[in-house]
């Protein structure tokens, strides 16, 4: 983290605009807002880019030069060698350790979960985004690029068979490759992609029929924040104190309404805040062995499960409030 703190300065300075991801004062919602500013710009054919096993796939040599451009203190530059020879080490069922991973004779990939490692891929990338920016990729192609890591967008006026050429050769010279099953070209007026757990699509105002970007929480979201929600009350926790289980649903809500609750996500709203208030009622059924659902609907009304329970009551205004979809 040392270190991180020192160089990390040095590359914000080189960094481009539209790179939002692991990068201080930026967030994923910045990078959603200029996807959908571009959007409304007219941008409406979109590159939806899944790179291959981008950590994993990190050629050192190549990396350290990059690093290298910037850093010349040989003490740092060795000691970033270290990280990326650094090896993996899991633990099987029986708490057994063993090598997965990395050591001396690695020659790609960056350790995941390593304090260095979101900041050593963003400098790797950035020659995507200097290439973008110095080429004038923007006016030349009408092509505007939005990167959050290695999550990418390329968002084209008309044609998209250049920005994707492009893509590919830069790619290519970096010892990288697109996942051509997961990479997929998009037209935002007639489908949807998803970006950072949300869905995107240019869609029309209700009242007014004026096109917009709705931007609302993707299907995989909200499916995985119900199972989440359903495992923390399952009838095997009835043995723990009711606090303690309350509080546990109310951490994962939080925190998942604190990055969802954005954009157009009152009808997800709606749905997470139901599922979590059904599961709550069903845990205090089988608490109380209470069979009959009608009974427990009376027994545990909407009400208490907030001011006596204690329940996280989630908002179901949404996080914006001036466009609204037709579907």
């Known amino acids: ?19 939002y991801g692991f990068r201080p004062k930026k967030s994923a919602h910045d990078a959603v807002d200029d996807i959908a500013n571009t959007l409304w ?20 040599a190549q990396l350290l030069a990059v690093v290298a451009e910037r850093i010349v203190d040989g003490g740092i530059l060795r000691l970033i060698k270290q990280w990326l020879k650094a090896p993996v080490i899991s633990e099987d069922a029986d708490g057994t350790q063993k090598s997965v991973g990395g050591g001396k004779a690695n020659r790609k990939g960056t350790p995941q979960g390593g304090v260095i490692s979101p900041l050593l891929a ?17 006016a030349t192609l009408h092509a505007h690029l939005v990167r959050y890591a290695d999550d990418f967008v390329v968002l084209c006026r008309h044609d998209v068979a250049g920005p994707l050429n492009v893509v590919r050769h830069v790619l290519k010279r970096l010892g990288l490759s697109l996942n051509e ?24 105002g209700a009242q007014t029929g004026k096109p917009y970007p709705n931007v609302r929480p993707a299907d995989t979201s909200l499916k995985k ?10 009838r095997k926790l009835t043995a723990i104190p009711l606090s303690d289980l309350v509080e546990n649903v109310n951490r994962r809500l939080r925190g998942w309404v604190n990055y969802f609750h954005y954009r157009n996500s009152s009808q997800a709203m709606g749905k997470v805040r139901i599922h979590a208030e059904d599961r709550l009622r069903t845990h205090l059924m089988k608490r109380h062995k209470i069979k009959d659902r009608g009974t427990g609907f009376r027994r545990f009304p909407q009400a208490d ?11 179901t205004v949404a996080g914006w409030h001036s466009a609204h979809a037709l579907a």
């Open 1 to 19: 983290m040392a270190v991180k703190l020192i160089i990390e300065p040095i590359f914000e300075a080189d960094f481009c605009a539209h790179s």
């Open 41 to 60: 710009a007219g941008y409406t054919h979109v590159i939806d880019a899944d790179l291959s096993n981008y950590f994993d796939s990190i050629p050192h």
């Open 122 to 138: 963003n400098c790797y990338l950035h020659i995507l985004d200097r290439t973008w920016e110095r080429q004038h990729l923007k």
């Open 181 to 204: 099953a997961k990479t997929s070209i998009v037209d935002a007026t007639q489908a949807s992609f998803d970006f950072l757990g949300l869905t995107i699509q240019m869609s029309r």
């Open 225 to 234: 924040i119900k199972a989440t929600l359903t495992a923390l009350t399952q």
């Open 305 to 315: 499960l907030y001011e006596r329970y204690g329940l996280y009551k989630v908002s």
